[in-house]
């Protein structure tokens, strides 16, 4: 009797938890506004631990992507870096090609100042050393006796006369130009070719000269050009004249000229040697 009174109160007790579990479930698979005393309890209990794995989780994941992504922006960096040196390097390329082309085309000219009966041949040659001056008045070439270049061979840029090629080798050659105080050219001036004399450079890279008639009248802005006379042949220009003077005797005029090249900037030249073919 006795036993059979403990399981009908077993078997209440578990009828009435299933009722409360049922009526938990039931609660709680509804929007409520309120909670119950429990869940507010468990709650407490379990937001602090919540905030805390929640934050150090954003932590460690912010950290995560701050890594791959600071390794994806240097590489990036590195890539970009490398892509405008190529730039910069095809920029420099194709400036100087276009530089060397507009050299070379401006060479050119220089072989209008010779008479289409001359007989010369023209080679294109590169400045590879020079005088350790910042004028141009000595420098070396890169063609020599392998192109057929020659001692007195004559050395021209687009402007006007340079000078004189006066040692030479097997691949290449040196040049005198006309501003070395070693140098002279007989001119005469453009506007009347009986105006006649002979300009000399000096240790001071100027150009200077003396007219063969002193009563002749020559004036500032007068072009020179070669006369001929010599190895050079008639009509190179030489360059314009910036000042005139007699001496107090009044036997001699002189005459400053500015060289038509600009012997402080030359990358390429002209070099005319007789064709002898």
Do not use: C, H
């Not at 009828?15 to 909670?35: C, H, N, P, Y």
């Not at 005088?131 to 050395?155: A, H, L, Q």
């Not at 006369?161 to 140098?183: A, F, H, P, R, T």
């Not at 008639?234 to 003077?245: A, R």
């Amino acid at each position: 009797m006795r036993k059979k009174a403990v399981k009908d109160k077993s078997a209440m007790i578990v009828t009435i938890v299933a009722i409360i579990l049922i009526i938990i479930i039931g609660f709680t698979s509804k929007q409520r506004d309120e909670i119950t005393v429990v869940e507010k309890w468990v709650g407490n209990i379990l937001s602090p631990a919540q905030k805390v794995v929640n934050i150090g989780a954003t932590t460690v994941g912010e950290s995560v992507y701050s890594i791959f992504n600071f390794s994806k922006i240097a590489r990036e960096n590195v890539k970009l870096k490398e892509e405008m040196e190529n730039l910069q390097e095809q920029l420099v390329e194709a400036r100087l090609n276009r530089d060397e082309l507009e050299e070379l085309r401006g060479l050119r000219f220089a072989l209008n100042y010779l008479e289409e009966t001359t007989d010369y041949e023209p080679i294109a040659a590169n400045i590879v050393a020079k005088s350790p001056s910042n004028w141009f008045d000595v420098f070396t070439i890169d063609v020599g006796e392998d192109r057929g270049i020659t001692k007195d061979s004559i050395v021209l840029a687009s402007s006007g006369l340079i000078g004189k090629v006066y040692e030479v080798g097997g691949n290449w050659s040196k040049v005198i130009s006309i501003i070395d105080n070693n140098s002279s050219v007989s001119f005469q001036v453009l506007r009347d070719k009986n105006y006649q004399g002979i300009v000399s450079g000096s240790i001071t890279n100027e150009l200077s000269g003396y007219l063969f008639d002193p009563m002749v009248e020559v004036v500032v802005g007068d072009k020179l050009i070669t006369s001929g006379m010599g190895i050079y042949p008639q009509g190179i220009m030489i360059g314009e004249i910036i000042e005139v003077s007699k001496s107090s005797d009044q036997l001699l005029k002189t005459i400053t000229v500015e060289p038509a090249v600009n012997f402080k900037s030359m990358n390429k030249v002209l070099v005319i040697t007789p064709n002898t073919r």
